[in-house]
């Protein structure tokens, strides 16, 4: 079997990239196209289509960071730290937010599966993203239960599951290199994710 370098190269390098750390351009709509149709290639039992995507982007980032602030000072955040998650928010020049849909009482296919459905998707997109040259970041917390909004993006019975930020790398637009992504925690390797079954 032929090997594509290229692909498996990029799926290697991807890193996560918070939208502090983003700038413009982001996706236009052509590209976000595309991410929509990469997140449709991932494993879909029974292809439900699990998921739905809205993107946020120009005066609707503002929109978005009075529901940030919102939330923070509804969690117990001071102004200050409230201001700041609204920064957050409208910071990433694109940001598609990701709604799960899960048919609880689906015949075939049990939830859990439905859910495995979503990551992929989630995955695909960002894998997409990065390779049209973007970086990007997923971002969640406590604040996808938030009522105002998870009125303002979900229809009855779906799921906020987060935002993806994306835009374009500050430093490499700047030509200074890529940042280092700053993870959070140590990423398990290769060598600790795999064990052999032996059938016992």
Not at 158 to 170: F, I, M, R, Y
Request: net charge positive; proline share 5%; glycine share 10%.
């Amino acid at each position: 079997m032929p090997r594509n370098d290229a692909l498996l190269q990029g799926l290697l390098s991807r890193r996560s990239l918070g939208g502090k750390h983003l700038v413009e351009p982001g996706p236009d709509d052509a590209q976000l196209q595309l991410l929509a149709q990469a997140a449709l290639r991932a494993p879909d039992h029974a292809l439900l289509t699990p998921y739905r995507l809205r993107v946020v982007r120009g005066a609707a980032r503002e929109a978005m960071a009075r529901l940030f602030e919102r939330a923070a000072l509804d969690a117990g955040k001071d102004a200050a730290g409230a201001a700041l998650d609204a920064e957050r928010a409208r910071a990433a020049p694109v940001t598609v937010v990701l709604v799960a849909r899960i048919d609880q009482g689906h015949p075939l296919v049990p939830a859990h599966e439905q859910w495995i459905a979503v990551g992929a998707a989630l995955a695909n997109l960002l894998n997409a993203a990065h390779a049209l040259g973007f970086a990007g970041k997923m971002l969640s917390g406590a604040k996808v239960r938030h009522p105002a909004l998870v009125q303002a993006f979900c229809a009855p019975g779906e799921t906020l599951v987060g935002w993806v930020a994306l835009g374009t790398d500050a430093r490499a637009a700047s030509g200074h290199g890529t940042r280092a992504a700053g993870e959070r925690g140590t990423r398990a390797t290769a060598a600790e994710l795999l064990a052999d079954w032996t059938g016992a």
